[in-house]
């Protein structure tokens, strides 16, 4: 399979250029010749089958050869809503989402949350980038601004809502619509508090069981978005 490619720039027509660097990586480490066929995508859906055109500088040129109508999203949207862990973990965790083909996350913060750790938002976007490309996405994970959970907790009244907490019922208990929107909300390492918990059942939202073991927030939330979306 050719490699995939992130283009900034909305794709149509015949042709198209790669700058930055996706440009720099065909440069300068593929060392990508004219002719080399690609795939490119640009988030909004959909691929195409392109060929190196011209190497410049700084910029690569493509014909756009093929379009792909090819989606590999989950069948229902699915929204994270999480505190952020710090540093690489926050990486990892952006990865997984788009992986395991989360459709919007939205940084939390919460009664127990630390300042806010959120990466800055170009940094948290080459995160997805990446992820898409290796994983064959072609829509974009949709990374939120961040929010309170007084903010969270009222809102997305059409979803499926899950707060992840001791003591909750097991994914095989739970009364959902498997084709609603889901939004799963995981704390931060200390948890939700009792008030926030009692606010989300007030307001209509499940709670939902993380096992007998204590996991990490990171770990917690994909293994719960596993569970809940993978067949």
Known sequence: MADRYFSEEPLSGEAATLTGSEAHHLLHVMRAKVGTEIIVFDGGGGEWWAEI????????????????????????????????????????????????????????????????????????????????????????????????????VGNFAVHTRLIAHPGGSTVESMTRDVNAPTLLAIGPEGGFTEDEVELARQNGWQVIGLGERILRLETAAMALVARLTVA
């Open 53 to 152: 055109t011209k190497l410049g500088r700084t910029d690569v040129e493509l014909a756009l050869r093929k379009h792909r109508a090819v989606e590999r999203e989950l069948p229902v949207d699915f929204t994270l809503a999480i505190a952020l862990p710090k540093g690489d973990r926050q990486r990892w965790l952006v990865e997984k989402a788009v992986e395991l083909g989360v459709k919007k996350l939205i940084p939390l913060t919460t009664a127990r949350s630390t300042s806010s750790a959120a990466e800055p938002p170009a940094k948290l976007a080459r995160y997805v980038v990446e992820a898409s490309k290796q994983s064959g996405r072609n829509q974009l994970l949709e990374i939120a601004k961040p929010q309170t959970w007084a903010e969270v």
